[in-house]
């Protein structure tokens, strides 16, 4: 199948937008829609040390070759890899001690929607708002691949040779995220851009909150 942007031998097909796009065009949109998401958001400013949740796996692996490879031009932001423990408290006491200002998550298009949708069930207006995720001590939790399917950010991972453990991950355990997750997994097979449009809801909502913020008076 040819490209739908050039002559070339299309490798990906995006049920969602109808594309078949080949190796080139295919990493342009990987890596314009991870752009988008930090611009939009404002995840990423001047002197910011930028912490990539480590484990191992090829989404996190490409999360932070994605990072560095968008930054390594710039004396004014820093990524290291952060390695995940089990404990978030422990994850924040690390990121802390080594002066990370966000902490960057391979999260994928499919989990980040699924959240967003339970939060707004749950009626938690923050689930809403993808820029004011923290943890503790004030560190941005931040989510560059949360506009990209995991089978996307697999393959971008493939393409680049950045392997890594692709062993079963934990589990969400959870009832409610859970039958959520299922949901919307079973509805995207009949609706392939329904997760795009709860985040696209949610996004609208975000650049709401931030223009009442603004006018709010101090």
């Not at 796009?21 to 611009?39: G, Y």
């Not at 802390?96 to 499919?110: C, D, F, I, K, Q």
């Amino acid at each position: 199948m040819q490209c739908s942007k050039c002559k070339n031998e299309a490798i990906v097909f995006q049920p969602y937008s109808g594309q078949h796009l080949c190796r080139d065009h295919f990493i342009a949109d990987v890596e314009a829609k991870a752009r988008r998401a930090i611009r939009i958001n404002q995840w990423m400013r001047p002197y910011d040390h930028i912490g990539v949740v480590a484990r191992g796996d090829p989404a996190g692996n490409a999360l932070l070759f994605f990072l560095r490879k968008l930054t390594g031009n710039r004396k004014d932001i820093r990524v290291s890899e952060i390695p995940l423990t089990e404990d978030l408290p422990g994850l924040s006491k690390r990121a802390h001690e080594a002066g990370v200002t966000r902490l960057a998550r391979a999260t994928p298009l499919e989990d980040a929607a699924a959240s967003a949708l339970t939060g707004i069930l749950r009626g938690e207006a923050e689930a809403c708002f993808p820029d004011a995720s923290h943890i503790q001590d004030r560190i941005q939790e931040i989510t560059p691949f949360s506009h990209i399917p995991a089978r996307e950010i697999d393959q971008y991972s493939q393409i680049f040779g950045l392997g890594g453990d692709t062993g079963v991950l934990p589990q969400e355990t959870d009832p409610l995220s859970t039958d959520v997750k299922a949901m919307l997994t079973d509805y995207s097979r009949r609706h392939p851009a329904a997760p795009y449009a709860v985040l696209n809801l949610c996004e609208a909502l975000a650049a709401l909150h931030r223009a009442d913020d603004k006018r709010s008076p101090k």
